[in-house]
């Protein structure tokens, strides 16, 4: 069973290396469809996996200038207390009781179907926005509309470990459309770090993090993203993007019926 987890964290590395996909709409349902694992524990390992790997990541961006620090501590303050309060909802409910496992399952569907949203629309919204910047918020409104939208992010990421990715990338193309798909980018990463290392250790608290899954998935996912990165030029983003919005939609459905 170890060898298929490697190998799940490679394929889920390669995945995220071709598209930019955030790998919790992909690593969560997997680990829940393909091999089980209670929904509960699978979130946490995953938050655990995410963690790690967005350090790596914000690094990289940080050498190069593309994080918006102003727009990560907005988004901080509403997620980071989100975090932690719905983490203590869920110790307070029962974190891996079969009826809070089967809610954190809806979650995870609701937040895949997000996922594809943000996937196919992304592109459209950002054009739509440029070509009409009376429509883009301003001053208060703006800080106002970013620490809810940290608010909303930081309940969904600790529910179901997945909205970091495309629809905390979405979310930062609506309020903030000037920025550089590297700034959309590397402020997504940057902000996803602290989240999801709260979650995770909320997760820890809940006793839902299985450490042994944690390391077989980092030591496939490493080379995976690695290879995938060098390899996302090659391959027509479209194609992938479709692709894969079409298997999210296909595991959101699972995920329900």
């Given at each position: 069973?170890?060898?298929?987890?490697?190998?799940?964290?490679?394929?889920?590395?390669?995945?995220?290396?071709?598209?930019?996909?955030?790998?919790?709409?992909?690593?969560?349902?997997?680990?829940?469809?393909?091999?089980?694992?209670?929904?509960?524990v699978?979130?946490?390992?995953?938050?655990?996996?995410?963690?790690?790997?967005?350090?790596?990541?914000?690094?990289?961006?940080r050498?190069?200038?593309?994080?918006?620090?102003?727009?990560?501590?907005?988004?901080?303050?509403?997620?980071?207390?989100?975090?932690?309060?719905?983490?203590?909802?869920l110790?307070?409910?029962?974190?891996?009781?079969?009826?809070?496992?089967?809610?954190?399952?809806?979650?995870?569907?609701?937040?895949?179907?997000?996922?594809?949203?943000?996937?196919?629309?992304?592109?459209?919204?950002?054009?739509?926005?440029?070509?009409?910047?009376?429509?883009?918020?301003?001053?208060r409104?703006?800080?106002?509309?970013?620490?809810?939208?940290?608010?909303?992010?930081?309940?969904?990421?600790?529910?179901?470990?997945?909205?970091?990715?495309?629809?905390?990338?979405?979310?930062?193309v609506?309020?903030?459309?000037?920025?550089?798909?590297?700034?959309?980018?590397?402020?997504?990463?940057?902000?996803?770090?602290?989240?999801?290392?709260?979650?995770?250790?909320?997760?820890?608290?809940?006793?839902?993090?299985?450490?042994?899954?944690?390391?077989?998935?980092l030591?496939?996912?490493?080379?995976?993203?690695?290879?995938?990165?060098?390899?996302?030029?090659?391959?027509?983003?479209?194609?992938?993007?479709g692709?894969?919005?079409?298997?999210?939609?296909?595991?959101?459905?699972?995920?329900?019926?």
């Amino acid at each position: 069973m170890t060898v298929s987890y490697v190998v799940s964290g490679f394929a889920v590395g390669l995945l995220v290396g071709l598209t930019g996909v955030g790998g919790g709409s992909l690593m969560t349902p997997i680990l829940t469809l393909l091999f089980g694992i209670h929904p509960s524990v699978a979130v946490g390992t995953d938050l655990a996996f995410a963690s790690v790997t967005k350090v790596a990541g914000t690094v990289a961006h940080r050498s190069r200038g593309t994080v918006r620090w102003d727009i990560v501590r907005l988004l901080s303050l509403g997620a980071l207390p989100a975090a932690v309060a719905t983490a203590l909802a869920l110790k307070y409910l029962g974190g891996i009781s079969a009826e809070i496992g089967q809610v954190i399952r809806y979650s995870i569907a609701v937040s895949v179907l997000l996922t594809v949203v943000a996937l196919l629309f992304k592109g459209k919204l950002q054009h739509w926005l440029n070509a009409h910047p009376e429509k883009h918020l301003q001053g208060r409104k703006l800080t106002a509309a970013t620490i809810f939208a940290g608010l909303v992010l930081g309940a969904l990421v600790t529910m179901s470990s997945i909205g970091a990715g495309a629809v905390g990338a979405t979310i930062l193309v609506l309020l903030y459309p000037r920025l550089t798909p590297a700034e959309v980018a590397g402020t997504d990463i940057a902000y996803a770090v602290p989240l999801t290392a709260i979650a995770a250790l909320g997760h820890w608290w809940l006793g839902s993090i299985d450490w042994n899954l944690l390391g077989a998935l980092l030591l496939g996912s490493v080379p995976g993203i690695t290879l995938g990165s060098l390899a996302a030029r090659a391959v027509p983003e479209k194609f992938l993007r479709g692709l894969l919005a079409l298997t999210l939609t296909s595991v959101a459905v699972k995920l329900i019926y």
